[in-house]
């Protein structure tokens, strides 16, 4: 089993960043892959980064491309989501997801992953 807890959200105004973070304890390994996703309500829940921890390659989606970085610290069993010039439309509850290797077969869609986060809420004003 894999706890994962994620920190960092906030209230913050258009245009500034924000670090989340994603802390793994429990049954983790650097060979998981995981994946940063964001929901509104009334929406799916959409994809927004991942990242292979063993090889550190990343994926984004288009929408975020540029402006957020996915990032590891494995030593410390930590994922990090830094999100530079943020946008009203990047408003959303961020959940941090897990998988360990050979489940899934991607890394965009939720159904990828089978741990999940709470969730943290990022707010950006205009």
């Known amino acids: 089993q894999v706890q994962l807890v994620e920190s960092g959200g906030g209230l913050v105004q258009a245009g500034v960043s924000l670090r989340l973070s994603c802390a793994a304890s429990?049954?983790?390994?650097?060979?998981?892959?995981v994946g940063w996703f964001r929901q509104v309500p009334g929406k799916e829940r959409e994809f927004v980064a991942a990242?292979?921890?063993?090889?550190?390659?990343?994926y984004y989606a288009d929408s975020v491309k540029g402006r957020f970085t996915i990032s590891r610290d494995n030593a410390k069993n930590t994922v990090y989501l830094q999100m530079n010039n943020l946008k009203p439309e990047d408003t959303a509850v961020y959940y941090c997801?897990?998988?360990?290797?050979?489940?899934?077969?991607?890394?965009?869609?939720?159904?990828?992953?089978?741990?999940w986060g709470q969730g943290t809420q990022v707010t950006v004003s205009s």
């Open positions: 997801a897990a998988r360990p290797l050979g489940y899934g077969s991607g890394w965009s869609l939720a159904t990828d992953y089978n741990y």
């Open positions: 429990g049954r983790s390994s650097s060979t998981y892959t």
């Open positions: 990242i292979l921890l063993s090889i550190g390659r990343t």
